[in-house]
């Protein structure tokens, strides 16, 4: 079991930047492949990125690739997006999730793990 705790976010203007971090507790952070994942109202949850449990590998949605980061501390047990070039499409509910082994998914039913969700807004 591990618990997830979104922190950050905010408000933002289009072409600004935020972001959002994810404190995990219980078993060995390091183990598991941390997902980012983001719903708009009325929409789908979709995946944003995720990081393996080394942080050598990570895997970007197309609409965020080269603008969104996704990096990891294991020492701190914590996961981070950090997203520049933001836009008002960007704008939605983001929830780090965590699942078990060495594959990055991009599908949320593949995470066992949710936190609660932080709101990121951008305003054009």
């Known amino acids: 079991q591990v618990q997830l705790v979104e922190s950050g976010g905010g408000l933002a203007q289009a072409g600004g930047s935020l972001s959002v971090s994810c404190a995990a507790s219980g078993r060995t952070f390091s183990n598991y492949v941390m997902g980012w994942f983001r719903q708009a109202p009325g929409k789908e949850r979709e995946f944003v990125a995720a990081?393996?449990?080394?942080?050598?590998?990570?895997t970007y949605a197309d609409s965020v690739k080269g603008r969104f980061t996704i990096s990891r501390d294991n020492a701190k047990n914590t996961a981070y997006l950090q997203m520049i070039s933001l836009k008002p499409e960007d704008t939605a509910v983001y929830y780090c999730a965590a699942r078990d082994g060495a594959l990055m998914g991009w599908d949320p039913k593949m995470y066992a793990y949710w936190g609660q969700g932080t709101q990121v807004t951008v305003s054009s």
């Open positions: 990081i393996v449990g080394t942080g050598s590998r990570t």
